[in-house]
């Protein structure tokens, strides 16, 4: 069983950038490929990243490649989604999951957060 929370979402400006956070609990964290999703208002769920258990390999929705890295730390249970240059077309609910497969398909992650908005204005 693992637990998620997500924390860093909150209001910027165009341009500005924001960390988030993904805190899991449970010892087997480092088993799991972590992903990144985002909902925008009327729209379905997206992936926006995802990792592999190690760190070695990453993927990235192709409007935020270059823009967005995504990270993790095993040793603090915690993966991390640094936005960089963002945009209003950013704003959306963001949720990680966890997968025990890494084909970061949403139906596919076993383990999700709540979520943590984050709203880019102009």
């Known amino acids: 069983q693992v637990q998620l929370e997500e924390s860093g979402g909150g209001l910027v400006q165009a341009g500005g950038s924001l960390r988030l956070s993904c805190a899991a609990s449970?010892?087997?964290?480092?088993?799991?490929?972590m992903g990144w999703f985002r909902q925008a208002p009327g729209k379905e769920r997206e992936f926006v990243a995802g990792i592999s258990w190690h760190g070695g390999s990453t993927y990235y929705l192709d409007s935020v490649r270059g823009r967005f890295t995504i990270s993790r730390d095993n040793a603090k249970n915690t993966a991390y989604l640094q936005m960089n240059s963002l945009k209003p077309e950013d704003t959306a609910v963001y949720y990680c999951?966890?997968?025990?497969?890494?084909?970061?398909?949403?139906?596919?992650?076993?383990?999700w957060g709540k979520g943590t908005l984050v709203t880019v204005s102009l």
């Open positions: 449970g010892r087997t964290f480092s088993r799991y490929a």
């Open positions: 999951a966890a997968g025990a497969v890494a084909n970061y398909r949403s139906h596919d992650m076993d383990y």
